[in-house]
Structures are given as C-alpha cells and as structure tokens.
T-cell receptor, first 112, second 112 residues
Framework: DQQVKQNSPSLSVQEGRISILNCDYTNSMFDYFLWYKKYPAEGPTFLISISSIKDKNEDGRFTVFLNKSAKHLSLHIVPSQPGDSAVYFCAASARSEDDMRFGAGTRLTVKP | DSGVTQTPKHLITATGQRVTLRCSPRSGDLSVYWYQQSLDQGLQFLIQ???????AKGNILERFSAQQFPDLHSELNLSSLELGDSALYFCASSGGLRSPLHFGNGTRLTVT
C-alpha cells in the first residue's frame, strides 16, 4: 500500500537555483512528516520534519511546506548546491501508530 | 555516523538458504525498525520493536522474522530465500515517538 507517494523519480536543477521535491500522502491520520537524504552506499539521514500543526518549517537552505487539505508536502532547497545531489525520501507517521512510511524517493541532481 | 551499526555489509547466498542480519541501535534508543529497499524502490517497512517487544508490523513475509534482545540489538532472520529477496535491508533506531529515525548503512543481500 503506497500511502506516501513521490511521483517524480528524478529532478535535475542548476546550481544556485531552487529545487522543489514533492510528496503526496493518502492516510489522513498522518500528522508527522519528514524528509531524508540518501547518498550511495549510505543509509538515509534525517533532513527536516514538520508536524501537522504547522504549514511551514525552515532550516537554513531547506524549507518544508505542508498542505493538509491537499495531503501534499514539498521540500524546497534554496540555493541548490552540487553536494545536495542525492536521493530524497519523504516519510510520514501517525500518532496512533509507531511505524513510519516512506515514499519511493526522488533522485536530485544539481549541475554545476 | 548515525550510531547504528549493521552487519554484515554484504551477504551472498543461494536460494532456499537462511540468513541473519544484525543491528545495533544508537546508544539509548529503544526502538528498532527494519526496512527493505529493492532495486530503485522505496523503503518498505517490515517491522518495529520497542524495548524487546514487537510494536508494529508492515509488509513482512512469513518467511521473515525478527527479534530484539535485552541488550536492544536486533536480528532479522530471512529463510527459504528467493531471488526476489535480493535487496538492501536497513535498520533504524529512534529515541521515541515523533523522533527521526537514524539509519545504519544497510546490508546488501544477494540471493543467487
């Protein structure tokens, strides 16, 4: 069951420009959302999170936006840097459950 | 370094065999999660343990089982292996609900 969906398998942007990664979810019980970054041969690493009581959370160059009515969240990276090239996973969990569900990932390539 | 240790890094075995993957969580983390990532797929949640007890179950096959020991390390047992079980298996730990997961670098299982 794909409760968390990342419909874009890949994204390519120019260095210095904005990267926007999108994520949709179907489970209305989800109330905690996270983004993870994964480099080859490594495990995913936590990037940024947002709870459903907020619609925006910012950490340096990274901002996550949450649109609860659309069941959609996005990650903005501004400005994008070549070191940001990685696979980005969206994840979600519900207060009533302990597991965390992940999307299929989006491979971001930032070109110099 | 996430503090989560997974062994072995690579495992090659034949169909029908049984293997055990091991995970040591971050110091102080009581929750351990197991995920499977098949070729270019997302992270599929398998199972979660909290302080030795099974807490949540995902798409885990009956041929697979896991446990968490009193010292909090966890093992994932995969039996009657099939070619389709070839994947990256990630372990993650967390300090509690609404806490990000910290992932190990995974065990790459190849079934021939």
């Amino acid at each position: 069951d794909q409760q968390v969906k990342q419909n874009s398998p890949s994204l390519s942007v120019q260095e210095g420009r904005i990267s926007i990664l999108n994520c949709d979810y179907t489970n209305s019980m989800f109330d905690y959302f996270l983004w993870y970054k994964k480099y080859p041969a490594e495990g995913p690493t936590f990037l940024i999170s947002i709870s459903s009581i907020k619609d925006k959370n910012e950490d340096g160059r990274f901002t996550v936006f949450l649109n609860k009515s659309a069941k959609h969240l996005s990650l903005h990276i501004v400005p994008s840097q070549p070191g940001d090239s990685a696979v980005y996973f969206c994840a979600a969990s519900a207060r009533s459950e302990d597991d965390m569900r992940f999307g299929a990932g989006t491979r971001l390539t930032v070109k110099p | 370094d996430s503090g989560v240790t997974q062994t072995p890094k690579h495992l090659i075995t034949a169909t029908g065999q049984r293997v055990t993957l091991r995970c040591s969580p971050r110091s102080g983390d009581l929750s351990v999660y197991w995920y499977q990532q098949s070729l270019d797929q997302g992270l599929q949640f398998l199972i979660q343990y909290y302080n030795g007890e099974e807490r949540a179950k995902g798409n885990i096959l009956e041929r697979f089982s896991a446990q968490q020991f009193p010292d909090l390390h966890s093992e994932l047992n995969l039996s009657s292996l099939e070619l389709g079980d070839s994947a990256l298996y990630f372990c993650a730990s967390s300090g509690g609900l609404r806490s990000p997961l910290h992932f190990g670098n995974g065990t790459r299982l190849t079934v021939t």
